[in-house]
């Protein structure tokens, strides 16, 4: 029988700055929700605009700031937009009254956690990278449990890791849906379903790699090809272009709403490796060319591809060696070699999570002291 909303008991969820964060932070809502537990977000002005199918009661924006420069002014208004946010989330802790505060990473998560331990309140983390993000290791000491998306990130601390619970990275219920689909490799002379990728600041990179490296495969290749890419808006014409004057079947556009049935349905994913990328791939099971955004000042897209590569899943590629020539030779090898292929998908498959959101609702409320339903 549901309780009144009274009597259920809220958890206030912190996420912001991108998608990378809120989309996990989204699916651990929709699980709480099913265990009859009410939802509030908090997270700021950039990330507002993700929220309108996040399952909360209310969102709230809280003031936040990125450390942007070293310089003394910089930090100076940093320092003031944070503190600012603190006492924002200070005021609407106590009149929410939340059983738990949960942050999912990015400078949006520190007021509102920071909040909570001085009130007292219980609260969590979850890092979903492979290697934890600066606002996480500035909160990690402090609160009462962290969770992983992947094994081994606090193990250089033993304070930390024995509070550390590995419950993977919670994933959309599209995820769940095409991770059911098991992996078709090509056929000889068959199609080869080529998916490309790369999130707002990969896809230029991928626009001005893959096509030139499509031109160097065989003509016999060409011929098999069948590529679905994500380009920029300024760059799908030429990309579509190209290809058209290769005769190389594609698709071209600036966003794929249905991305987790593309990569279901494809042989090859050439891709950058944010955290949310790694742990689709790896839940719906499929092989990789993974290129790590080479500038991440922390490096976690480097550290998520390697957590694939040692699975036998992924070939990580550093964008100095993401060259045409590298790409082709690649693409040209795993084609030629459908069993490597089938195990690299049951390699990428080996550390998927799908039960993660449940997983982490369990651990949310263990810690917030209620036993999980």
Avoid: W
Wanted: glycine letters at 10%; a positive charge; charged letters at 20%.
């Amino acid at each position: 029988m549901n309780r009144s909303a009274g009597e259920r008991p809220l958890v206030l969820v912190a996420a912001g700055g991108t998608g990378g964060h809120l989309f996990p932070a989204e699916a651990l809502g929709a699980a709480l929700n099913e265990r009859d537990i009410r939802v509030a977000l908090a997270t700021d002005s950039r990330a507002a605009r993700y929220g309108g199918h996040f399952p909360a009661d209310r969102v709230h924006v809280i003031p936040s700031a990125t450390v942007r420069g070293r310089d003394p002014f910089s930090l100076a208004r940093t320092a003031g937009t944070l503190a600012f946010g603190l006492a924002r989330a200070y005021a609407l802790l106590g009149r929410l009254k939340p059983a738990i505060v949960v942050g999912f990473g990015g400078y949006p998560t520190v007021p509102p956690v920071l909040a909570a331990t001085l009130r007292k309140i219980p609260t969590l983390i979850h890092e979903q990278n492979g290697v934890m993000g600066r606002a996480n290791r500035l909160l990690a000491p402090r609160v009462q449990a962290i969770a992983t998306g992947f094994a081994g990130v606090t193990d250089h601390d033993a304070a930390l890791k024995a509070k550390t619970v590995c419950t993977g990275n919670p994933v959309r219920p599209a995820v769940v849906a095409a991770a059911a689909m098991p992996y078709d490799p090509p056929s000889a002379g068959g199609a080869f379903r080529l998916l490309v990728f790369g999130g707002s600041q990969g896809a230029r990179v991928m626009s001005e790699i893959v096509p030139p490296a499509v031109a160097r495969l065989e003509p016999r290749l060409q011929m098999r090809l069948k590529i679905v890419q994500q380009a920029r808006a300024e760059d799908a014409a030429r990309v579509k272009g190209l290809y058209g004057g290769l005769n190389v079947a594609a698709e071209v556009a600036p966003f794929f709403a249905d991305l987790p049935a593309r990569i279901a349905q494809s042989h090859l994913v050439v891709s950058r490796s944010g955290a949310s990328t790694v742990a689709e791939l790896a839940a719906i099971g499929r092989p990789a060319i993974l290129v790590p955004l080479p500038h991440a000042l922390d490096q976690d897209q480097n550290a998520n591809a390697m957590v694939l590569e040692k699975a036998g899943g992924a070939i990580r590629l550093p964008q100095a060696e993401f060259s045409p020539d590298r790409l082709a030779a690649e693409i040209a090898a795993l084609a030629g070699d459908p069993a490597q292929l089938s195990a690299m998908a049951k390699g990428a498959k080996s550390v998927g999570v799908l039960d993660a959101a449940g997983r982490l609702a369990d651990l949310v409320l263990r810690t917030a002291g209620h036993r999980p339903h």
